[in-house]
């Protein structure tokens, strides 16, 4: 736990220390594309959903976690090359404090989705204790495809350039900016297959509309997690023996 903290806290400080603005980026990166996207999806193509500042912002910053964790984390394994050829610990604890270091950048961006939740005049209820079980979902979906990823790239620098392309049409896949009822019926069943958007929705019905999905879904929901953790997690252990040669 002590070299998962000190890796994760390195690699925060680490990430903003030659910029002017320095940690403010984590916040100012989610709010500029939240005003671009409001302004569009909100005034001149207008959406009639309830609360939608709250329902885009939310979404947006959920959806960031995901994608700049997934990304960080897949070099993550290149940039401490020197110290896996050095010296033997689990692998698998670069990933994770890759994850953390996302996970800090989260909380922080949740602050600024807080204060927008105070002004908009939502009142909290009972179904934000929610809230920890879809962050655990979260955690386990960008955690499994973190350590898929990040054990590929080792083998294949490809990689970063094909996920930064599928990440961008996984955002537009999902329904971050335009409401799921959109979606014509016939292609509903495809939604449902999408973890992020299965995410995002519950997230969405706790913090903003305070509603809870039945229990069905939330074992259909999990279950897809622990699917995509699974696999993430025992590709990486196949690979790790590799990692020292191919780095």
């Keep these: 736990m002590f070299l998962i903290k000190q890796l994760a806290l390195s690699d925060f400080k680490l990430r903003y220390s030659n910029s002017v603005l320095g940690y403010l980026w984590s916040l100012l990166n989610p709010l500029m594309l939240f005003l ?16 939608y500042q709250l329902y885009l912002l939310l979404g947006i910053v959920i959806w960031n976690f995901f994608a700049e964790g997934t990304s960080a984390a897949m070099s993550a394994l290149l940039g401490k090359s020197s110290l896996i050829q050095k010296i033997y610990f689990p692998r698998i604890i670069i990933i994770i404090a890759s994850n953390i270091t996302s996970i800090i950048t989260f909380f922080l961006n949740l602050l600024v989705f807080s204060g927008f939740l105070i ?14 079980l879809y962050l655990i979902q979260l955690m386990l979906i960008t955690l499994g495809f973190s350590m898929f990823l990040s054990a590929l790239y080792v083998k294949f620098k490809d990689v970063q350039h094909i996920w930064g392309i599928l990440t961008q049409i996984w955002f537009w896949l999902t329904p971050i900016i335009y409401p799921i009822s959109m979606v014509p019926e016939k292609y509903l069943w495809l939604f449902s297959l999408n973890p992020m958007a299965r995410i995002i929705q519950d997230f969405r019905s706790a913090l903003v509309y305070h509603t809870i999905p039945s229990l069905q879904h939330h074992l259909i929901s999990l279950g897809f997690c622990i699917v995509i953790f699974s696999v993430g997690y025992f590709f990486f252990k196949w690979r790790e023996p590799r990692f020292a040669e191919d780095l």
């Design 36 to 51: 671009v996207l409001y302004f569009v999806f909100s005034i001149l193509m207008r959406f009639d959903v309830p609360h």
């Design 119 to 132: 002004f908009s005049g939502v009142g909290f209820n009972w179904t934000y204790m929610l809230f920890f």
